[in-house]
């Protein structure tokens, strides 16, 4: 059952629009309620050819030997793909936009890193046929030592688990192996604290388990083109991975998608469509090339679970004053995008309060995993459950209702978030409040008076001094800049540079601004 | 055997879009000669509403009825770049661009319309129900239909639109973080009441109430499938999720939808949902996203309503059966907390 | 591999098709008649999408071998108009917007429909155990649930 509350924050809208606000079918509905709504595997091509893939069976171990001499005589066999067929054999993701390095290859060639990764890629008339040629490949496995724990991977003498990352973490900046949140000195706030409470949380890996599995159909066109079929939920990130892979210009692909039976973040990795298109090449038939339930539960690319120290000083009277976190991300063997995932966490610290000493070092830590990806609520689930199980129990230790302890410590307009930008468009007192009333949980009369457009700024909107800060502070590097253009990717192992002069003193955040900003239902514009 | 009831809350804040190279999104909105719109997108509905929201978006912003508006996603010959269907982007980057292209084809469709009723286009609105007439003279009317025969036929414009929406990147300095990760901010809180058997260590859902700050709720409905649907997926992810019930020890993954396990029909529980409207200043009529933080605040909310009903903490997740067992056990039996 | 001729009733029309031995339903559907609308979700009987009626009774199609449903009456959610008059629990669906995704709606509704053909006034339990074999990883269910009650309580209101 939902509700609209207008009457908060009404003075803050227009609600005069014609169908914003209105309760519209969805266009999608008709489709979906009839089964007309075309998804990628609705699409049925003639003569089309079945790919599967075969998967290592270790979690890290060196490929000796791959035969598939056997294999190719299968019958119903059109095609056998291994590495040295993919014309560039190595990449990364957010190479696309100059994040990280390439550290993920299509198909093994000299090593496998974790259980499952694909070693060699079949092309044959039926599923089946396919099913049984890949049994027929022989595979001379010598087995590694893995290492399936993140804090285990950062100890000296753990096994190398992608040698492009050599300290089994992923490197920020060109050359920390973390990525830091500095806002205050929580060490010294933390000895002056009532109370310090040091907890350990621990965030399960999770599947997305879409009802659709990932999948595409990929088949040669007009003109040398290639039609692509497929289930990702970032078409041009698909269209531009394959590109890149393939070494053949965007343009000779034309990617059909949009309808997709589920994503929540696991369709964002390309998983099927380079290799499908790779297959549709070399046979110019069409190739469908769809994830099994058991492939994508185990294979696909899962939320990674992530390790979360949290350490709060909190004061008599319920003040949270300093938040220390230290956290790993368990990104499995490769990147994917949990990179960006500890940038977006760091950003998130220290949750929706307003903390005045905040101190973060999150890791992205390589191990012989199934890499990791994104899913619903990204970089921020799992933080979200330690520092709210935390708040909990900080409530309980200064024994204040866990709902004023929220209120009370609540970011407000005006004040300044550890990323050290000023808090704006705040409502989490609002939600607490609101909250309340609805689970018929009482709070006193001045927690329900609070409002995040109150008492917020003044002292709370300072960057506080933060110890070793006057140091120069680098530019950002190379791998910051927006280019959205592989050919602009800096080479590979490119000598560190030199931290340039300091930039001139950072931007002072605009000051709050005063009385409630009024939004038109005319296009969007302001006016006081 | 005793069955204890317990209650705990969460509250949450979530970040839109994403910082990342900068996050833009691209549309293109044309009308036939019928004065019927297309938006081109090359976004990805992959059930969250995508095609919908923007026709929502796209018909308010042309003032002409939802039905004259068709969503396209997602053709890369025809639909314009977008970075793709996560970190709630959708709503608030595609949004963005769907409103400027609408807007530049609006401008265009009043001028056509301008041209046919012999006035300033500045004197002219729309009705929202397909037709264009003189501001307080509402008999000197064109319906949009007409004027987009006129565009085509007579004058020679082509009514449509171009948009983009673009957060630039934001650069992460590498020794604070100070960075601009976002534009807005979505909030929740959610309150969720257990029940807790303290001999097999089984958590059931008795109920959840929440409030979730939205900026807009440009559809109701299809904000209520998200907060519905995201709460269940995040009693999923508390009680039952894992594809490594060991971690990190890798072993026993599940392999299908027997082993792998999430919450049935008959597992769920009734949820009270409020939505509060605190418009973002850059969002499309203030719209901010839902999709994600929905599931957030459940997860914690949980486990602090195991806590408060047996009086053990299960900081590991998810919180089988298993390990709450284990807990009571080591702590001499359930210590109910102060109802709440 | 030999073909096995295969005849049986589709959405009450008669099909012949050649199949290979040990190919299922699901396959034979989507590939050799080309009804699109049960779905792939796992091919293990574990999520519902491939969800069919044979001779009135639920079915998992693609654990149901194909040469099995000869000369019986098979049923898909593109059967179940009536004529263009969409039926009353895909009305349903529509109104208590009980799809997101899309993906798990063939076979929820093939489920639906084998419970209210056999109990057109079925309970709340009663409508959760029939879709407890279809997984819905968009919804939360509760729209669906409300969505079957309310199909099976319009139909009481028009007869």
């Not at chain 1, 000796?64 to 291994?82: H, K, L, M, N």
Request: charged content about 25%; some cysteine; hydrophobic content about 35%.
């Amino acid at each position: 059952m939902l509700e609209l509350r207008k009457d908060i924050f009404a003075d803050e809208r227009d609600d005069n629009l014609k169908e914003i606000g209105k309760g519209t079918q969805r266009q999608d509905m008709l489709g979906h309620v009839t089964g007309t709504s075309t998804y990628f595997d609705d699409h049925k091509l003639q003569g089309m050819l079945h790919m599967k893939v075969l998967r290592s069976q270790h979690a890290h171990a060196r490929l000796r030997r791959i035969d598939t001499a056997e294999a190719e005589r299968s019958q119903g066999v059109r095609r056998i793909i291994r590495g040295a067929d993919v014309p560039r054999n190595l990449n990364t993701l957010l190479s696309l936009i100059n994040f990280g390095k390439d550290d993920e290859p299509s198909l093994a060639v000299d090593k496998v890193r974790y259980k499952g990764e694909p070693i060699v890629a079949i092309v044959a008339d039926s599923p089946r046929e396919a099913h049984e040629a890949m049994a027929k490949v022989r595979v001379d496995y010598e087995p590694l030592p893995a290492v399936f724990d993140v804090e285990d991977a950062l100890k000296p003498g753990a096994p190398v688990v992608n040698e492009v990352y050599p300290k089994n973490t992923f490197i920020y900046h060109d050359v920390y192996d973390h990525q830091k949140l500095r806002f205050g000195d929580a060490d010294r706030a933390l000895a002056g604290a009532d109370h310090v409470l040091e907890q350990r949380y621990q965030m399960s890996p999770i599947e997305h388990a879409p009802t659709e599995t990932n999948g595409s159909i990929a088949a040669p066109d007009t003109n040398g083109r290639y039609v692509v079929y497929t289930s990702t939920q970032a078409l041009f990130f698909s269209l531009d991975t394959s590109a890149k892979i393939l070494d053949v210009p965007s343009n000779t692909f034309h990617f059909v998608g949009g309808t997709v039976g589920g994503g929540f973040g696991g369709k964002v990795d390309t998983l099927t469509e380079p290799l499908c298109i790779l297959g549709a090449m070399l046979t110019g038939r069409p190739v469908r090339y769809v994830l099994g339930r058991e492939e994508e539960m185990q294979f696909g690319s899962p939320r990674g679970a992530e390790r979360i120290y949290l350490k709060d000083g909190v004061m008599r009277d319920g003040r949270i004053i300093a938040r220390k976190v230290r956290a790993y991300f368990d990104s499995g063997a490769y990147t994917r995008l949990s990179s960006y995932a500890v940038v977006k966490c760091v950003a998130h610290l220290p949750g929706p309060y307003t903390i005045p000493n905040v101190h973060g070092d999150v890791y992205c830590v390589f191990t012989n995993r199934t890499p990791a990806t994104a899913m619903r609520g990204f970089g921020v689930t799992a933080m979200d459950f330690a520092i709210e199980c935390q708040m909990d129990k900080l409530a309980h230790l200064v024994g204040m209702d866990p709902m004023e302890f929220r209120i009370l410590n609540a970011y407000r307009d005006g004040d300044m978030k550890a990323h050290r930008r000023e808090a704006k468009n705040c409502a989490l007192i609002e939600c607490v409040q609101v909250a309340a009333e609805k689970s018929k949980w009482t709070l006193r009369e001045e927690f329900r008076r609070m409002s995040s457009r109150k008492d917020g700024g003044g002292g709370r909107a300072a960057i506080p001094a933060t110890p070793g800060e006057t140091r120069p502070r680098p530019t950002a590097p190379a791998q910051q800049r927006t280019a959205y253009d592989r050919s602009l990717a800096a080479p590979l192992n490119e000598p560190p540079r030199e931290p340039p002069p300091p930039p001139p003193s950072p931007p002072q955040p605009a000051a709050p601004s005063h009385g409630a900003t009024r939004f038109s239902s005319v296009f969007g514009t302001r006016r006081r | 055997m005793t069955r204890h009831r317990g209650r705990g809350i969460a509250s949450v804040n979530y970040p839109i879009g994403m910082n990342l190279g900068g996050d833009p999104s691209q549309a293109l909105v044309h009308s036939n000669p019928s004065g019927k719109f297309t938006v081109a997108l090359s976004s990805i509905d992959l059930g969250q509403g995508m095609k919908s929201v923007t026709r929502q978006i796209c018909a308010e912003t042309l003032g002409v009825p939802v039905e004259d508006v068709y969503v396209d996603t997602a053709d890369s010959d025809t639909g314009p770049h977008c970075m793709g269907s996560f970190a709630s982007r959708g709503t608030h980057r595609v949004g963005n661009a769907v409103m400027a292209a609408a807007r530049e084809a609006r401008g265009v469709m009043m001028e056509a319309a301008a041209e046919e009723l012999e006035v300033n286009a500045a004197d002219l609105e729309t009705d929202g129900r397909g037709n264009i007439h003189v501001k307080g003279a509402p008999h000197r009317s064109i319906s949009t239909k007409d004027v987009a025969i006129a565009a085509q036929f007579k004058q020679g414009k082509t009514i449509s639109g171009r948009g983009i929406f673009l957060v630039p990147l934001s650069d992460v300095n590498p020794e604070t973080g100070e960075m601009s990760p976002a534009t807005c901010y979505a909030h929740a809180c959610l309150v969720a009441e257990v029940e807790v058997d303290d001999e097999t260590g089984e958590v059931a859902m008795i109920r959840m109430d929440s409030a979730y700050e939205l900026g807009r709720a440009l559809n109701p409905r299809l904000v209520e499938q998200q907060l519905v649907g995201g709460a269940w997926m995040g009693v999923s992810h508390a009680l039952y999720e894992t594809p490594e019930p060991y971690y990190p020890d890798p072993k026993h993954g599940p392999r299908d939808f027997v082993e792998y396990l999430m919450p049935g029909p008959g597992d769920i529980c009734p949820h009270d949902i409020a939505v509060l409207e605190r418009p973002a200043p850059d969002g499309p009529f203030g719209a901010k996203g839902p999709g994600e933080m929905c599931a957030n605040p459940v997860l914690p909310a949980i486990a602090n309503a195991v806590f408060n009903a047996v009086g053990v903490r299960i900081d590991d997740l998810p919180i089988t059966p298993e390990k709450v067992l284990r807990a009571i056990k080591a702590q001499g039996g359930a210590r109910p907390q102060a109802r709440r | 591999m030999s073909k096995i001729p295969l005849q049986f009733r589709h959405n009450g029309r008669e099909v012949a098709i050649f199949v290979d031995g040990g190919t299922n339903l699901l396959v034979a559907l989507r590939e050799l008649i080309g009804d699109m609308t049960p779905k792939f979700g796992c091919g293990q009987g574990g999520c519902g999408a491939c969800s069919v009626l044979i001779d009135g009774a639920l079915h998992l199609s693609c654990l149901t071998l194909a040469e099995t449903v000869a000369g019986r009456s098979v049923e898909t959610l593109d059967g179940i108009k009536q004529g263009p008059q969409l039926h009353p629990l895909q009305r349903a669906f529509m109104e208590n917007f009980a799809a997101q995704c899309g993906y798990c709606t063939p076979g929820m509704l093939m489920a639906a429909k084998a419970l209210l053909d056999r109990n057109p006034q079925p309970s709340r339990a009663e409508v959760v155990e029939a879709i407890s074999g279809n997984i819905c990883r968009c919804t939360g269910y509760e729209p669906i649930i409300n969505a079957v009650l309310a199909a099976a309580s319009g139909g009481r209101a028009s007869a």
